[in-house]
């Protein structure tokens, strides 16, 4: 995993990633069927500033914090950069992968210019992503 | 016409500023043999320069020699910015746009303002008077790339600093850390209020002290205190990590001298029981009795922090739409949870349909007009009768009761067209501009 370096990802206020839970790796929560998660901004292939806010949607599922055990809900991850996960794992926690774990649908990026990846995942309450998990297409945005 | 301020020069063209003496009487112009010429160089025109910039000069047929120094074929440059080619007859002025070379300099670093600039030579005899006839380059035109503009550092006072309050190196602290940031000798503005000694607090977490000479990055490394805050909350992983304070002037660019705080190391622990104790403070008595309590005593609504805010993604205001249509939620600076789960900052959504806005002290009702998401959804699929519509979104605590301030958005006035395509979808925007 390339860690991107401190100043790439950035997040308003908060740092999203709480510390993981040591979480030995289980079975996934179930997701409902068709819940999808998507990218209502940024679209793929667009030029973008450097700063953007990321704006996420789901559909068929609802938004829960981290640690919240609530059937049909988990939690927002942004994936900047970052290699194909392991499903069957927690989401890593660093510069690469954005925990949303207060539950936000947006999140400001800032990132250097040239290509980038972006890919949304949901987690469980255990940040594990859902089976099958729900995860957005991976995009590639341009920041100029 | 560049200002003194926006044209710094460095120390080597102060003492050329004081070779202007006793020019006061017309001086005899020198001649200059043919020829003569003076240049740019490595700099043409029509160039897009840095804004720090470093100009040669170039001189051929003649020598340079210093102010004062009387020499047959001599001279010393002069560099014009922005003004015309000065009086052949007259000594060549010294002020910011007529920089002196007196000590025979054949090359200056000079900072300009991002902007189109000319740039001309003229090479003036020991009394800083063109030569007969004048020894001049061409005028050249730059443009100065902004992205090279240097930051303009506020002075702070002297004495300024600014401390962590109640929080020493080696501290053990909760995850969850309400911070305390001290400051003394200088005062908290917001971020964008330019007034002398003032700035806004910026914490480094796990990171260098940032760049002296601008903004201070805006990252889960470096967070802003924009609104002047003096204590933040923030959540740190369970570890060891540095902290470190930062006053940063209106342009979050540090001041000068720096107003940094030493960086200090802590350790952060998952707290014992993960009860929040900030619970909200909600109401727990039975929905409908809530407003009793609406005077100066406890709150009954749950603090919602002062810049979150709720919008439509879709459809915006005035939207003509489909009966059948997404609505779509957007929430800035709080976050989503579902109904019962009472976290700091997190809400649910209720999307009202054709109703007025609910007495905001109490539990919103439930029903076909009062769409509850207390599964944390943010979006639903719904269906409206043709026609105008008025929608509204408004975030809920764990007990359904709006926050303190609200986060809702205005009533929004949306327009379902007909099932039908053709003239009931005209007849629909019609509507719309009334």
């Known amino acids: 995993m390339t860690a991107m370096g401190r100043r790439i990802v950035a997040l308003l206020g908060l740092l999203a990633g709480l510390g993981l839970s040591a979480v030995v790796a289980a079975a996934g929560t179930a997701s409902p069927p068709g819940a999808a998660v998507y990218f209502h901004y940024p679209l793929d292939g667009i030029h973008v500033p450097q700063r953007f806010t990321v704006r996420i949607g789901l559909k068929e599922m609802g938004v829960a914090p981290a640690g919240v055990t609530k059937a049909n809900t988990g939690h927002h991850h942004l994936l900047v950069d970052a290699e194909p996960l392991d499903l069957t794992r927690p989401i890593p926690s660093d510069y690469n992968h954005i925990h949303l774990g207060n539950g936000q649908t947006e999140v400001l990026l800032t990132l250097p210019p040239g290509p980038h990846t972006l890919q949304l995942v949901v987690g469980d309450h255990d940040h594990i992503p859902h089976t099958p998990p729900v995860l957005s297409k991976k995009i590639t945005v341009y920041v100029r | ?434």
């Open chain 2, 1 to 434: 016409m560049l200002t003194h301020a926006s044209l710094r020069m460095l120390v080597a063209l102060l003492a050329a500023l004081a070779a202007r003496s006793a020019d006061a009487q017309q001086p005899q112009r020198k001649a200059s043999p043919p020829e003569a010429r003076v240049f740019f160089v490595d700099l043409k025109d029509g160039a897009t320069v840095p804004s720090r910039l470093t100009v040669r000069f170039g001189i051929d047929k003649m020598e340079i020699a210093p102010a004062g120094v009387a020499r047959p074929n001599t001279g010393h440059h002069h560099l014009v910015i922005d003004a015309p080619p000065p009086a052949p007859d007259q000594p060549i002025p010294s002020d910011p746009n007529h920089l002196h070379f007196g000590r025979g300099q054949t090359e200056a670093e000079i900072i300009l303002p991002a902007a189109e600039h000319t740039l001309q030579l003229v090479l003036g005899d020991q009394d800083h008077a063109p030569h007969d006839p004048p020894v001049m380059s061409e005028v050249l035109h730059v443009r100065v790339d902004a992205a090279t503009v240097e930051r303009a550092r506020t002075p702070s006072p002297p004495g300024a600093t600014v401390f962590f309050e109640g929080l020493d190196d080696g501290a053990v602290i909760p995850t969850r850390a309400t911070i305390r940031f001290g400051v003394a000798g200088i005062t908290l503005a917001p971020a964008g209020t330019s007034a002398p000694a003032t700035g806004h607090h910026h914490l480094i977490i796990d990171a260098p002290p940032p760049d002296v000479d601008r903004e201070i990055p805006n990252d889960p490394n470096h967070l802003h205190f924009g609104k002047a805050q003096s204590s933040a909350e923030v959540t740190l992983s369970p570890g060891p990590h540095t902290l470190q304070l930062a006053l940063a002037d209106h342009e979050h660019v540090p001041h000068d001298p720096p107003v940094f705080s030493k960086a200090i190391r802590v350790v952060a622990e998952e707290p014992r029981a993960p009860d929040r104790p900030a619970a909200p403070a909600v109401a727990q008595a039975a929905p409908g009795l809530a407003q009793a309590t609406s005077g100066a005593g406890a709150p009954t609504r749950t603090p919602a922090p002062p810049d979150a805010a709720v919008y439509f993604i879709y459809p915006p205001k005035g939207a003509t739409i489909y009966p059948n249509t997404t609505v779509r939620f957007g929430l800035r600076n709080m976050g989503v949870a579902p109904a019962g789960v009472a976290k700091a900052n997190t809400g649910h959504h209720h999307l009202l349909v054709d109703v007025e806005t609910p007495p905001l002290d109490q539990p919103i009702p439930n029903d076909p007009a009062h769409l509850h998401f207390g599964n944390g959804q943010t979006e639903k699929k719904i269906s409206l009768a043709p026609g105008r519509h008025t929608l509204q979104l408004i975030l809920a605590d764990a007990q359904h009761v709006p926050f303190d301030p609200p986060v809702m958005t205005e009533r929004i006035e949306v327009t379902v067209m007909a099932p039908r395509k053709g003239g009931a979808a005209k007849a629909a925007s019609k509507k719309r501009r009334r």
